[in-house]
């Protein structure tokens, strides 16, 4: 069965540090892999996706940077955190287009706090 | 146009009641309707969704509505009950470009009492 892993779980950076998020997946190969923001009252944005290793797309201008080193692992990163980056960090996979469902399975999420 | 629409964002039901919560696209590229369940502290996770070949699909207590002329689209939770005070989000999606685009809603927190 497919899982995915994603830490740390929660952290408190101090305005202008360095972010490193990390998520796996286990149990799939070449899935689609994104990474959302969840703020309250805004749902779900989605911040980045990748169809591949080093193929990353994102979808909003932004303070945060993806990397995809490896098939089923993906990174979110920041040089210099934001007050504004404060939030819940999912990461999400989903299947190449089989005709089927069009499901994405998240992982625990992580709660960044910038201070 | 890629917008969805959802509503109440808060929502208080007692115990045995029906939770209806609503949501309404734009995009007829949308071929994929799913609802996700968020707990507090935890990823989203698929409850049930819906093809709009189809216009309702009923698992357990949770039934989806689907009216495709009207580009909306409900979930309905019969005989809510306190486990299922959550968060639940509908959304939207079509495959483009090798992966999926997928538009969430903004989001209803559900409370059950008892």
């Known amino acids: 069965s497919q899982t995915i892993h994603q830490w740390p779980a929660t952290l408190v950076q101090p305005v202008g540090s360095p972010l490193s998020l990390e998520c796996t997946v286990e149990?799939?190969?070449?899935?689609?892999l994104y990474w959302y923001r969840q703020a309250a009252g805004r749902g779900l944005q989605l911040l980045f996706y990748s169809v591949g290793i080093g193929q990353i797309s994102s979808e909003v201008p932004q303070n945060l940077s993806a990397s995809r080193p490896q098939d089923r692992q993906f990174i979110l990163s920041s040089k210099k955190l934001l007050l504004s980056d404060s939030g819940f960090y999912l990461c999400a996979w989903g299947k190449e287009w089989t005709g089927g469902t069009g499901e994405l399975f998240f992982g625990e999420g992580s709660r960044l706090t910038v201070l | 146009q890629q917008q969805v629409k959802q509503s109440p964002q808060s929502l208080i039901v007692q115990k045995g009641g029906i939770s209806i919560i609503n949501c309404a696209y734009e995009?007829?590229?949308?071929?994929?309707f799913p609802w996700y369940q968020q707990f507090p502290g935890k990823g989203p996770a698929l409850l049930i969704a819906i093809r709009p070949d189809v216009s309702e699909k009923k698992e357990g207590r949770f039934t989806i509505s689907f009216n495709k002329s009207a580009k909306q689209f409900s979930l309905h939770i019969m005989d809510s009950q306190p486990g299922d005070s959550a968060t639940y989000f509908c959304a939207a999606s079509y495959y483009s470009g090798g992966y999926q685009k997928v538009t969430f809603g903004i989001g209803t927190k559900l409370q059950v009492i008892p």
């Open positions: 995009n007829t590229a949308f071929d994929y």
């Open positions: 149990g799939t190969s070449n899935p689609n």
